[in-house]
C-alpha cells in the first residue's frame, strides 16, 4: 500500500524517490517492521501509516472487502475518511488494489 501511496505522489508532484526507512509498529498480527517509502525533498506524508503513528489497524484488508462487496472507488475513499479520518485519492485506492489483488487471486 505504501508504494503504492509513493508511486501517486511522485508522480503527481515530479520529485523522485530516495529509498526507504525502516519503522516498526504493532497490528493485529503483532509487530511488524515496514519499509516506508521517502522523497529526495522529504515531501511526502503517509497517509496509511502517518509519521509518528505506532499502531495500524486492517486498512488494506477492509479496502480489499470494500472492493469485493463491489464498492465503487469513490465509496471506498468516503468510506476510508469516515473511518480512519485519512485522505485517499480514488486512484491511490485503485493502485493498492491493482498492487494486492495478484496476491488473492
Known sequence: ML?????????????????YYSKTVRSDSGEIRLNI???????????????????????EDEIIAMYAR?????DIEKQVKEMYDVE??????SRIVDKITPGII
Open 88 to 93: 485517499m485519492s480514488d486512484s491511490l485506492i
Open 70 to 74: 463491489g464498492m465503487s472507488l469513490r
Open 37 to 59: 517509502p521517502r522523497d529526495r525533498k522529504s515531501e511526502f506524508e503517509p497517509q496509511i501509516v502517518k509519521k509518528g503513528q505506532r499502531t495500524i489497524s486492517r486498512t
Open 3 to 19: 508504494k503504492a501511496e509513493i508511486e501517486e505522489f511522485v508522480e503527481n508532484n515530479d520529485i523522485s524517490k530516495n529509498g
